[in-house]
């Protein structure tokens, strides 16, 4: 039971920091850009994959919370 619930506070926290997490990249990503286009875009591709999965993130559990449809109608 307890691990249950330490696993919803694990998801919780990074549902709540995905955007300072996304922002810190693409700031990383700009200030490598001035040093080197390659790591520039690394990090710029980091933050896009990074959006993709806070996105699927966010919206399991956005979709969990959610009544079931009923489907018998």
């Given at each position: 039971?307890?691990t249950?619930?330490?696993?919803v506070?694990e998801?919780?926290?990074f549902?709540?920091?995905?955007?300072?997490?996304?922002?810190?990249?693409?700031?990383v990503?700009?200030?490598?850009s001035?040093?080197?286009?390659w790591?520039?875009?690394v990090?710029?591709?980091?933050g896009?994959?990074?959006?993709?999965?806070a996105y699927?993130?966010?919206?399991?559990?956005?979709?969990?919370?959610?009544p079931k449809?009923?489907?018998?109608?």
């Amino acid at each position: 039971m307890k691990t249950a619930h330490v696993k919803v506070d694990e998801e919780s926290y990074f549902i709540k920091s995905d955007p300072i997490i996304s922002v810190l990249i693409y700031i990383v990503s700009i200030v490598a850009s001035f040093f080197s286009v390659w790591a520039g875009g690394v990090f710029l591709l980091a933050g896009i994959v990074w959006h993709a999965i806070a996105y699927l993130r966010l919206s399991r559990k956005v979709t969990a919370g959610l009544p079931k449809a009923d489907k018998s109608r």
